[in-house]
């Protein structure tokens, strides 16, 4: 059974720093492309950041590219997003997706049949 397991999650003070952990069981992550996403209160659910070790790709949404970074450690099957410079609109819920296909539109949350529980991240002084 595919299950993740969030955590890193916090509150912080803007331009601090958290590491989000997903760690994976069930399935291995070098056959998978793995996204973060995060959902703020009444908005849509938008894609942060993906690793896919099925193409080799890594890529961000333009609001967090040069502040977070997307990484993998294979040997213990969980993927991590560290996250810098964090900002009050970086506050929301954060998810992790899985998906074993190659990514037509990887920021679609269709494109992942698996997801976590989500953690939560609240960036305020």
């Known amino acids: 059974q595919v299950q993740f397991v969030e955590s890193g999650g916090g509150l912080v003070q803007p331009g601090g720093s958290l590491r989000l952990s997903c760690a994976a069981s069930g399935f291995t992550l070098d056959n998978y492309a793995i996204a973060w996403f995060r959902q703020a209160p009444g908005k849509e659910r938008e894609g942060v950041s993906y690793?896919?070790?099925?193409?080799?790709?890594?890529r961000y949404a333009d609001s967090v590219k040069g502040r977070f970074t997307i990484s993998s450690d294979n040997a213990k099957n969980t993927v991590y997003l560290l996250m810098n410079s964090l900002k009050p609109e970086d506050t929301a819920v954060y998810y992790c997706?899985?998906?074993?296909?190659?990514?037509?539109?990887?920021?679609?949350?269709?494109?992942?049949?698996?997801w976590g529980q989500g953690t939560q991240v609240t960036v305020s002084s």
């Open positions: 690793i896919s070790s099925i193409d080799g790709t890594t």
């Open positions: 997706a899985a998906t074993p296909f190659s990514l037509v539109d990887p920021w679609s949350t269709h494109e992942y049949g698996y």
